[in-house]
């Protein structure tokens, strides 16, 4: 079965300094994995995704993320976090073998303070 | 831009009324799906359909039910709402058949409050 784990609830961070979210997965076979942000009252927003190849990936915003295939994660990056980066953050992961269910993790809610 | 479009942001309702929530998506997306997100849950899928008139259950089908007339249309439908359906629902589509779906797309999404 597939499942996504984001073991922190919030991450503080101040302005300029780098951030981490972290997630990692389960997932039989080779996975494809998302992140998403969600601000106040509003849907997701689509980040960035790996598919195969490179595994650092770019996204917007200047956020990018690693992927790591013997620890099975998939963390979150930016090198200078800004106060509009405060929002939701989820990792979602699906298996490439085919199907259409995208599986999210709980969510981790990013602070950052001016 | 592209764009999903669900038709109610905010809605209440009372216990045993029925409830349809509307999804539009512009982008010619083969897939369409429903979520509901609770805090401290993350996102858990209803229903989702992969064509027009094909329906398939997610995770959590129980109480509700989908519709899927025309390929850029996807309904929920609580046909006897209760207090434990409150919660925000969010409607998404993504391209891609076979083994490569892409991202999702989402709309800005519904807030249900069933008193």
């Known amino acids: 079965a597939q499942s996504v784990a984001q073991p922190e609830d919030q991450v503080n961070v101040a302005e300029g300094n780098p951030l981490t979210v972290k997630c990692t997965y389960s997932?039989?076979?080779?996975?494809?994995l998302f992140w998403y942000v969600q601000y106040p009252n509003r849907g997701l927003q689509f980040l960035l995704k790996y598919i195969t190849g490179d595994n650092l990936v770019k996204g917007s915003y200047g956020f990018e993320a690693e992927f790591n295939k013997s620890q099975t994660s998939f963390h979150l990056k930016k090198p200078s976090a800004l106060v509009s980066d405060s929002a939701l953050y989820f990792c979602?992961?699906?298996?490439?073998?085919?199907?259409?269910?995208?599986?999210f993790g709980a969510g981790t809610r990013l602070f950052v303070k001016a | 831009d592209v764009k999903v479009t669900q038709s109610s942001r905010y809605l209440v309702k009372r216990t045993g009324e029925k409830v349809f929530l509307e999804c539009v998506q512009d982008?010619?997306?083969?897939?369409m799906f429903w979520y509901r997100q609770d805090p401290g849950l993350g996102l858990r899928l209803i229903y989702f359909?992969?064509?027009?008139?094909?329906?398939e259950k997610g995770d959590i089908p129980e109480g509700y039910s989908v519709s899927r007339e025309k390929k850029e249309r996807f309904s929920l439908i609580l046909e006897s709402a209760s207090t434990n359906q409150t919660s925000m629902y969010l409607c998404?589509?993504?391209?891609?058949?076979?083994?490569?779906?892409?991202?999702?797309?989402f709309g800005e999404g519904s807030r249900l409050t069933v008193l």
């Open positions: 997932v039989s076979g080779n996975p494809y």
């Open positions: 979602a992961v699906r298996r490439n073998t085919g199907g259409f269910k995208t599986i």
């Open positions: 998404a589509s993504n391209r891609g058949t076979g083994t490569y779906t892409g991202e999702l797309f």
């Open positions: 359909s992969y064509d027009v008139k094909m329906k």
């Open positions: 982008m010619d997306h083969e897939n």
